[in-house]
């Protein structure tokens, strides 16, 4: 690294590999997010020519006016400019840059799809697909009742032990965003179908690889988010009228059926494992669309 006018410079491979450590082990980001912000930031850098000189207010807004040009999407350019946003606070504290021009950026406010969600009819019959006797039927079950029962992330299903699960106070322990651990409670359905799986069906796929893994593979390795999308669909598909959607669609439904229910904002909130009350918010809006939507098909006035 040279240093120029007292503000030390960094190569774009320099810059990109000390952001990715800072965002992995100072910020704890998954794997996947920070992917999601070093592409966004090699994307940046390739704009400023391969390096940090010459990054201000000006060159961020030509960046972001580029992506608008080449038809992101709203949501898409409130992500990068928020990553922009953190990338040049780093810069600034680590000295390649004089001042932060990402305090000078602002954010356009995104509007926010409601997601789509299961009825409870429709929720009852993806539970209540005929299965066999095989162990794939039974881990399929099991995931599937534990994805609705508890609304966990997709990612934080995949990384449960089998440990992880207490029998008698029908909770799991589950390890969140930021490392945050914290206990949700499930049902009898969920677990009548674990007990299946952990009985009958995971001892069949066992192996030394497999580890605490409470769901594996069918080679004995720990379930990855991508078969886990692969049940959902498929199960979704054998109930007539189900929106196809993947686990986050059932994460959406537990927790629109939990307010339905009369469940507490906060107590959904910390069930889900969001930072902010805002984000568990939506799902107020959810539910009361669903019940617009059937005052205007029941009422006749309406």
């Known amino acids: 690294m040279a240093r120029t006018d007292g503000v030390t410079s960094a190569s ?11 965002l992995r082990l100072e910020r704890d980001l998954s794997p996947h997010t920070v992917r999601a912000y070093l592409t966004d930031i090699a994307s940046l850098l390739d704009h400023m020519g391969g390096h940090l000189d010459g990054l201000d207010i000006g060159a961020l807004r030509e960046w972001l006016a580029g992506q608008h040009e080449a038809g992101k999407s709203r949501a898409t350019l409130a992500r990068r400019t928020a990553c922009a946003r ?16 990402g305090l000078l950026l602002g954010t356009a406010r995104t509007p926010r799809s409601l997601p789509s969600v299961l009825d409870q009819e429709q929720a009852q019959a993806v539970m209540d697909v005929p299965a066999t006797a095989e162990p ?14 508890t609304g966990v992330r997709v990612s934080e299903l995949c990384a449960l032990d089998v440990d992880d699960v207490d029998r008698d106070r029908h909770v799991i322990r589950v390890l969140g965003k930021g490392r945050k651990e914290r206990s949700v409670p499930f049902g009898l359905p969920a677990l009548r179908a674990l007990d299946k799986w952990c009985i009958h069906g995971r001892p ?9 893994a409470l769901f594996l593979g069918v080679r004995g390795g720990r379930i990855d988010a991508g078969t886990v999308r692969r ?4 199960r979704l598909a054998q109930v007539d009228g189900a929106p196809d959607m993947g686990p986050h669609g059932l994460r959406h439904t537990a927790a629109t059926h939990l ?6 904002l906060r107590s959904v909130q910390e069930l889900l494992g969001h930072a902010s009350l805002n ?3 939506i799902y107020t809006h959810v539910s009361i669309e669903r019940l617009r939507a059937a005052y205007r098909q029941a009422h006749p006035r309406a």
């Not at 774009?12 to 800072?22: M, S, T, V």
């Not at 039974?138 to 029962?149: H, N």
């Open 259 to 264: 307010l339905e229910g009369g469940a507490d």
């Open 204 to 212: 069949l796929w066992a192996r030394a690889r497999s580890g605490p």
């Open 231 to 234: 049940v959902v669909h498929a």
């Open 12 to 22: 774009r491979d320099e810059a990109l590999a000390d952001f990715g450590r800072y």
């Open 279 to 281: 984000t568990t918010q």
């Open 86 to 101: 953190t990338f040049t606070a780093y810069c600034h504290r680590r000295g390649w840059l004089s001042t932060d021009p």
């Open 136 to 149: 794939k039927e039974f881990r399929d079950q099991a995931l599937l009742e534990l994805l609705y029962a």
